[in-house]
């Protein structure tokens, strides 16, 4: 039986090169969709179906490379994650290395606050929702800031941060209770 | 004195803008439509009789088989000889469908014991295919180029490639597999021309469906899909079979008044679509039984449940789609007739459904628009689609969970890979067992496949890493790859229905329909053969002359040979070995297509170039 490895497989291409954007965590979504719905208008499958098999098989290659490239870009956590990769920084071996001891404690916290939800009043309520935006928030600006200074390292330790909080939003959603 | 003819070096050669003809299919439960485009409009063809559904009904007595209507006919006098309803049977094993009537072949393979001998769920959706076909043959002088078939979007993999296979096996050639929610939505889509979100709520015969689509700028790109394959229009039957038998005291009714029964049942149903009440007279079913009068809102009491499922799905794919709200709901499907439907469905989404086609005739029409887009007509309207994936797929792991790899409503076509490794020291094979659902645990997903990659390196566990990759198609079919990095030892799978037909007995089924076809068809394969390869030697060849710069020496020379094969092949009279050579020739130019298509990015965009770009090359 297979077991499974944590962690995004190698990625193939540069999408920023793909969508024509410049290298930027921060990108207008807006004009990221309509680069991506101008490529795959011409290199959808369905624009080559009448053509021969070699155009066909490039065609559904690129244009599930286009779909790829819309989902990270268009994603901020697997845009970091993108990002570290295209600069060489083996993601895998990231997830491995030590948190920060307080950003760990403060998660913790925020975790058991989010499973309590269900029987907190109101005003608890918005105090962990905004506890969970501001350590969100935080973590974001904290790539940003690392990354346009070429700072790797940093921007690495920020990028697992965001891991953890990605996968405790998906939890909390769950749950049926949105941050 | 003849001048030689010089053509212009890799000026391609001039096609005449000819008009392809493609067919739009609705295979639907009940009924199965065909449709096509002519002149920018959309043609549903009819029957001699005028009847534009062909009910969706094959008779297999032991004079002969029917199709349709006339079959309808038998389904009370000859309710074993008569299929109804196959679609809820096809890519299905006995097992899933667990009921008597049907026998279970080798392998555990669903068919039904018919006069005429066993038939599979294939093979009776390919009876209807090929009368639709027969039908639009008589209708139209040009030859049919493809066909784009209509499927739930809720159908798994194995009941889109049993799809396929039906319409493989009725000679037709499809151009893609087309989800009916969709169809529906690029039939209003382009009729109305309006950009914004639409939700499609398809219930038909025996599925249900519910789609979330937004239309911008050309791109009609769907959001979610979600819906309950086994919830149609009939059970909403069965329900009102219930009362029927309940208040009439019916009991104990052999096949034939069963389905007499259901027949009248249909019927209520219908006539309730405009009145308040209905009386069913029993004693056509059971002599003597009483008549039994059913109001609309015993009706719908009694369908609460059904359609309460159905809204689940609804705020499901809504929150799925990431969309407040719609700006449109489209009906879809015969079952939406009932008015109830229009009011819940309304409720849920804030707006009142549009019922301005035909809810019957709308997918068939969709999958024409589609199939004229797909050939390339040049009057068709510049309009793309992007579909996605309803179920997830994944492999099983260990403790029998599921390992999801591509999750549910990711756009298609998509290339996704994950890794794994070993449990055990020293292993060296791998068996990788590919399913589709939303469980985690394996049991309640569906199977799709297994296979095995062998000849990992003996290694302790855990060393290994096994790159395993899953491609999904336009159509929503997979291909699973395994790799294992240290030795490139890899193993492949094309997924197919465990309980369909095997490719060795569609080509002896197709063998046969030859030799009764005479040689007719086999030339005209050979002619449509010719041409595509043609086609695909003046395409490489301008392609060449465009950009042969993005090819060295040797893969330059790897084409050339290939194409002039191709030429010497097309010159032959051997089918297959034409075949063959366009697949190799083909082949060998997927790099150059790719590359070619790399180079013209920048064009897609308009030609925007970046600073930033420029001297950013770390990748």
Partial sequence: MPVAIEGLPTISRDYFELFQLPVDFDLDLDELAGRFRALQRKFHPDRFASQGVGER?????????????????GDPVARAGFMLERLGRDLKALEREPVEGSFLMRQMELREALRALETSDAETRAEVVAEARALMDEA??????????????TAGGFYVQLLYLKKLHTEVAITGEPV | MVLLQIAEPGAAPEHTPERKLALGIDLGTTNSLVAYVEDGTV?????????ACLPSVVHYGAEGVLVGKPAEALALTAPKDTIASAKRYLGRDAAEIGETDYVDLEEGRLAFVTSQGSVTPVEVAAALLGTLRERAEAAVSLPISGVVITVPAYFDDAQRLATRQAAELSGLNVLRLLNEPTAAAVAYG??????????????????????????ERGVFEVLATGGDSRLGGDDFDKQLVNVLTEEGGLGG?????????????RAAKEALTDADEVTVALDSVVPGAASVTVSRAQFNERCAQLLERSLAACRQCLADAGVAGVDQVVLVGGSTRMPIIAEVVGEVFGRKPLDTIDPDQVVAM????????????????DLLLLDVIPLSLGVETYGGLVERIVPRN??????????????RDGQTGLVVHV????????????SLATFELKGIPSMVAGAARIEVTFQVDADGLLEVTAREATTNAAAHVVVKPAFGLDDDEIAAMLRAGYEHAGDDMRARQLTEARVEAEQLIAGIESALAADGDLLDEKERHHLQAATMQLGAAAEGTDIEQLREAIEVTGEASATFAARRMDRSIKDALGGVALDALAGDSEL
Avoid: K
Wanted: aromatic share 4%; net charge negative; charged share 25%.
């Fill in chain 2, 410 to 423: 990711t756009t298609i076509p998509v290339a996704r890979a994950q890794e794994f490794t070993t449990a």
């Fill in chain 1, 140 to 153: 974001v600006a904290g790539f940003r800031a690392a990354i346009s200074n070429d700072d790797l390292t």
């Fill in chain 1, 57 to 73: 098989r490039a065609a559904a290659q690129l244009s599930a490379d286009i779909n790829s490239g819309y989902r990270i870009l």
């Fill in chain 2, 190 to 215: 382009l009729d109305s021309r309006e950009e914004g979100v639409v939700a499609v709520y398809d219930l038909g015969g025996g599925t249900f469906d519910i789609s979330i689509l937004r239309l």
């Fill in chain 2, 435 to 446: 399913v589709q659902g939303e469980r985690e645990r394996v049991e309640d997903c569906r």
């Fill in chain 2, 366 to 381: 969709g999958a024409a628009r589609q199939a004229d887009l797909l050939v390339g007509n040049r009057d068709a309207e």
């Fill in chain 2, 43 to 51: 043609l549903v063809l009819r029957d001699d009789e005028g009847a």
């Fill in chain 2, 253 to 265: 009714l052999d096949p034939s008044q069963a389905r007499h029964l259901l027949q009248q049942a």
